[in-house]
């Protein structure tokens, strides 16, 4: 086990990944998955009065749609660490993030129910990762087409959920 996992160096991120970088606010993805986690949930939970609510245009997700894309996101990048983990040498697949939002059923659930599964949902996260070592976080693997490795999806993980939590803050109202 790793007290402190240091975040991929930038230039050896797909330019897809490179564009997230501002999100990353430390050297330490352990702290950042904590501090992020905390960060999104109380911007969802701004939205409890309403349990959510539209989306903020028309084609765009709902409150709770975003949510259960995060939440969907992050089982499957679970699924992609255990994999990369384990040396798994068959790419991953991709995944319609539309497809999958359309389909959650998300806007018939309510948000607290969500919010409570996100939660279960990144312990296991956590619980998966807490006895990597070294290794097994730079274990590279293949998913979407591109050469990825643990350090890289846990990176991926906290800045894509932050990238998300600020459109919620921005556009949402809220």
């Known amino acids: 086990m790793i007290d402190k996992v240091k975040p991929p160096v930038k230039a050896d991120l797909s330019e897809y990944y490179q564009s997230y970088w501002d999100y990353l606010q430390s050297d330490d993805l ?7 986690f905390r960060e999104s949930l109380e911007a969802f939970g701004a939205f409890r ?18 949510l259960g ?15 990369c ?10 995944f319609d993030e539309d ?4 389909t959650s059923r998300s806007d018939d659930r309510s948000l607290d ?9 990144r ?9 990597f070592d070294e290794a097994e976080w730079d274990r590279a693997g293949v998913a ?21 939590t600020r459109i919620l803050k921005e556009r949402y109202g809220k």
């Open 123 to 131: 312990r296991a996260y956590e619980c998966l990762i807490e006895p």
């Open 69 to 83: 894309h995060l939440i969907d996101c992050e089982r499957i990048f679970q699924f992609r660490a255990l994999s």
């Open 113 to 121: 129910e969500m919010l409570e599964e996100w939660s279960v949902v």
């Open 49 to 66: 009065a309403t349990d959510g609510g539209p989306a903020y245009a028309p084609g765009k997700w709902s409150v709770k749609q975003l």
């Open 85 to 94: 983990a384990r040396g798994e040498r068959a790419a991953l697949p991709a």
């Open 99 to 102: 497809l999958y939002a359309q």
């Open 144 to 164: 979407n087409g591109r050469e990825v490795s643990n350090r890289i999806l846990l990176y991926f993980v906290i800045v894509h959920a932050r990238h998300h």
């Open 30 to 36: 352990l702290l950042e998955m904590k501090n992020q």
